[in-house]
């Protein structure tokens, strides 16, 4: 009994090994992709560079000023529980600042992670077979949220590398998009980021 519950620690140790190693793996390969989006969109990195910097923390991070908006780029890990064990995985998170905020609260998310719905909100439907067949939408204000997704918007959405990724969402004076694991691709990043800032002007706008 006493072998066995050694042999169970050890391999846990060894498996939580693995993760953070694997972790620092996918940070260290998104460090060349985040420096290069933030080149091209005049933002500044913050992004350390040791062996275990690379394990991204809330201290890894892109900002500035794009479009007349703040901006930040985010790389975290969080710990979550699936099927009788805690895993660990990486998420990027970018945001923008609305400076002209409203009461308008909105998520968009894939359908199969409908886990992130919102009780309280009201599903809604844009008209598009494409963006609705893939897409749940939620909010507060239906007449708001019609208006920032329009047809352009949806096109530029579904245009995406991959689309099926895509989760955004409103709160307060801040818009955000979230994607599990560290993006690594630039293109995608400035997409997604002209998108979401797109989406903030038509807010502010309305």
Known sequence: MISFAISFIVFVGFFS??????????????LPAWNAFAKQLGLVPYLETGFFANFFSIDNKVQGRYRNHDIILKGDNYYYYNRERYEMRSISSLSVNISNPKN????????????FSMPSHEDMKTGNYQFDKL?????N?????????????????????????FYMGIDGKIAHVSENG??????TLISITDI???IVEKLEDS
């Not at 090994?17 to 998104?30: P, R, V, Y």
Request: hydrophobic content about 45%; proline content about 3%.
């Open 141 to 165: 204000e239906k007449r708001e949220i019609q208006k920032i997704l329009d047809s352009w918007i949806q096109t530029k959405i579904l245009n995406l590398h991959k689309p099926k990724k």
């Open 17 to 30: 090994l693995f993760i953070i190693l694997m972790c620092i793996l996918d940070g260290k390969q998104a």
């Open 182 to 187: 560290l993006i690594k691709d630039v293109d």
């Open 104 to 115: 308008v609260s909105m998520s968009i998310c894939p359908k199969s992670f409908e886990f």
């Open 196 to 198: 979401l800032i797109d």
């Open 135 to 139: 897409f749940k939408i939620q909010g």
